[in-house]
């Protein structure tokens, strides 16, 4: 007779923990891991959450996209649909081609000293390959591999600005020849090193023919792995001094002509402060910088000090939300995680630099992954919110015993009347997860209809229940927010340094969106543009999505025009505040406020066929999910969608200059049956995004099971 079952408690339903349970119920374990995963409320997603409200409308915690560069996620998403098998015949999104599709435009706002933007759109070029592809023999996840693009890509935007500011220029021959390239010949590397020499000693690098062919070898240089600091720095310092007399007194005030400039000085500066500091040698790879705030580490480097404030370092700040207690003029983010993420973002996307999907989060990622998960035989075990992680007291260990959790305490929140909750609903032919519960489903159903299942605010619960080591689980995967830890892990945090110094220095901050459907469209409200992913605009809400392209999606009987979706970080709140019982629903109020105040003042620069003569919003725009209401002027945002993601578990995790360190990898093996899993873990990449969060679920599993191997795990590079 073969031994029972490992039995996995999975704590939380967000990216990581629905990545660890993919892995440990994979068909290659034959049944050795019975998986159980215990959620608060009626659905998964975590910060990734998402619903069905009124006439079906897509209702998301935020904007949320997927980069070009979430290998792992993709590869994720990809082999759910593969095993999923949905017939395209009767189902909408059917494979993750459907479900994802290329948004290659993005737009930052460069303020002007008037106060008004200037609105800078980008197109992006689609890059060999897809995400989720195997990876080539060349790793494009290397320091090299980053220079390498950096060099080539200040080469192109070189030939843009020299096109745009000097029509006539020509362009500069390569010094490689078709018939005989340099590497062809046994001494390459001192034949580029000599012929960057005669540039340097000839001032062909006060050209930009020079320049060009500077850029060129240091390129194939760093492609073969032959990087000289004694030559590049220098080089590198010339081309950014010389380029600076020779392109900044010819902007003459052209937005674009500036922000390709500032793009140029980041790429040099990056350069030069990678093989300064050693990054390429450095066994920590970009953890080294990590003490640094990221425009401290710039201004070491030698950038200019418009390249530090300009709208392309602060979308790096806007889009990781880097700032403290949400408070925009504490603006902290490490540099070698600001670094690493904006060179994956940029040089090692495949398919497109962004990808959108067709529906909500919630219904091409995590239905999808739900119905996969329970055909494998993974148990959902929803309203369950974990109270305490209990563990052993030392004198309850065995000599040499590591320490362990040793119970888990839950509040139940309902009871299902039949077996287990069935969650999903259909719309139209594709499983969704709604924007509330179905009641039908629970015991006394009428006493549950004002409960706030999500909230952790209310506490109200049916029964309690406490699973037990070795009866009820033998492993667990803790995978909650990281603001939910002091809450669930008192004891944790009573016996052990490393958990308290964690919590203590690694900042969390509130988040607030909200979503707006219109009657007209982009065009008819002064957008004449495609549809763009934008950051960097105006407070308190400085990202922006067109969404337009959910309107077929939703089911309204009259189809709005426009679907508009706005996020950002949210400036944060007194302590004592948070202990009042209704502060979920003031700091919803507080966001519908700051939208109200932002329409209001901000939106005719992007839209300025939305707003009166006087500049305030056109009220009469927003479509009410009911036809029949009357509603006016700013009364009328009540019929739209926002929110304060303020519980513990959703506030978003910052990385700030020197917290890196503290953070503890879900590979720690301190405890004997507990690991951990999110996006606040040491997982690599070490910032807030789903990337991260299925890094460290996949690491969690790997923890337990020894699968899937490190070397599997894309770009992972944690020391």
């Known amino acids: 007779m073969g031994s029972r079952p490992v039995k996995v408690a999975i704590v939380g339903g967000g990216c990581a923990g629905i990545a660890a349970a993919f892995e440990l119920s994979r068909p290659e374990h034959n049944g050795k891991y019975q998986v159980t995963l215990y959620q608060l409320g009626w659905r998964l997603g975590g910060k990734g959450a998402s619903g ?128 005989r390239p340099i590497w062809a010949t046994p001494d390459w590397p001192s034949l580029a090193v000599n012929r960057i020499a005669r540039l340097l000693k000839l001032g062909l690098l006060a050209t930009t023919a020079g320049i060009l062919e500077a850029l060129g070898i240091l390129q194939s240089l760093c492609e073969r792995s032959a990087i000289y600091p004694e030559l590049f720095v220098p ?28 793009a140029i000085d980041l790429e040099l500066t990056s ?51 880097a700032y403290e207690n949400g408070d925009y003029s504490k603006a902290r983010h490490a540099a070698g995680v600001a670094l690493r993420g904006s060179l994956r973002f940029l040089f090692t996307y495949r398919g497109a630099i962004v990808w959108k999907m067709r529906a909500g989060m919630g219904d091409v990622v995590f239905a999808p992954l739900y119905q996969v998960l329970k055909r494998r035989g993974v148990s959902f075990q929803f309203f369950h919110r974990l109270e305490a992680v209990r563990i052993a007291d030392k004198a309850e260990l065995m000599p040499g015993e590591r320490p362990y959790v040793k119970a888990l305490e839950f509040a139940v929140q309902a009871e299902v009347k039949h077996g287990e909750y069935q969650p999903l609903i259909d719309v139209d032919g594709l499983p969704c997860w709604p924007s509330a519960p179905d009641l039908a489903q629970l015991v006394d159903a009428d006493e549950l209809r004002d409960r706030r299942f999500e909230s952790h605010w209310d506490t109200r619960c049916t029964s309690r229940k406490t699973l037990r080591v070795r009866k009820d689980f033998d492993f667990v995967i803790l995978a909650v927010g990281l603001g939910a830890i002091p809450y669930v892990c008192p004891e944790l945090l009573a016996r052990d340094q490393r958990w308290r110094e964690m919590v203590a220095n690694i900042p969390t901050i509130e988040t607030q969106a909200f979503q707006l459907w219109m009657n007209e469209d982009m065009e008819a409200l002064g957008w004449p ?11 308190p809400f400085d990202t922006w999505g067109d969404m337009r392209h959910l309107i077929d999606e939703e089911r309204w009987p009259i189809s709005p025009r426009a679907i508009a979706y706005f996020c950002s970080a949210m400036s944060g709140a007194e302590d004592q505040a948070r202990e009042q019982p209704d502060y979920d629903l003031r700091r919803r ?55 304060a993601n303020v519980n513990p578990s959703d506030r978003y995790v910052l990385s700030t200059p020197g917290t890196q360190k503290y953070r503890i990898s879900p590979l720690d093996n301190t405890y004997d049956n507990l690991t951990i899993a999110g996006d606040w873990t040491a997982c690599g990449l070490d910032t807030g995004c789903v990337e991260s969060a299925v890094i460290a679920g996949k690491l969690a599993a790997h923890a337990i099971s020894g699968y899937p191997p490190l070397s599997e795990i894309v770009g992972y590079d944690h020391p």
């Not at 200019?304 to 404030?309: D, F, G, H, K, V």
């Not at 543009?529 to 407070?539: Q, Y």
């Not at 406020?593 to 009469?620: H, M, Y």
Request: net charge negative; charged share 20%; aromatic share 12%.
């Open 529 to 539: 543009g495609p549809a763009v992913s934008m950051c960097g605009f105006a407070r």
């Open 271 to 321: 350069m030069i402060g990678i093989i300064r500091f050693g990054l390429f040698s450095d066994p920590r790879g970009f953890d080294a910088i990590n003490e640094y705030d990221f425009r401290e580490w710039m201004r070491l480097n030698g950038a200019s000090e418009t390249t530090i404030n300009s709208p392309l370092v602060r979308a790096s700040y806007d889009l990781a939300m």
């Open 589 to 643: 109020e507080q966001v519908k406020c700051d939208a109200i105040a932002f329409l209001n003042s901000c939106i005719g620069q992007l839209w300025p066929k939305a707003v009166t003569p006087s500049g305030a919003f056109r009220w009469e725009l927003l479509m009410s999910p009911n036809v029949a209401d009357q509603t006016q002027g700013e009364e009328r945002f009540n019929t739209q969608f926002y929110t």
């Open 235 to 262: 080089v590198l310092q010339t081309i950014a001094s010389t380029l600076r007399m020779q392109v900044e007194s010819l902007i003459n005030n052209d937005p674009e002509v500036e922000v390709l400039w500032q």
């Open 52 to 179: 069905r409200g009124p006439h079906s409308r897509i209702e998301e915690h935020g904007f949320h996209v997927w980069m070009g560069f979430y290998e792992n996620a993709f590869r994720l998403i990809r082999e759910c649909y593969r095993e999923l098998g949905r017939d395209p015949r009767s189902c909408r999104i059917a494979d993750w081609r459907d479900a994802f599709f290329p948004a290659p435009f993005l737009t930052v706002a460069a303020p002007k000293p008037d106060n008004s933007y200037s609105i800078l759109t980008s197109y992006f070029p689609a890059a060999e390959g897809l995400p989720g592809d195997p990876i080539s023999q060349n790793n494009p996840f290397t320091v090299n591999s980053y220079l390498a693009h950096a060099a080539n890509a200040l080469r192109t935007m070189l030939l843009t600005v020299e096109r745009k500011l000097r029509p006539d220029a020509n362009q500069p021959p390569s010094f490689e020849t078709p018939d």
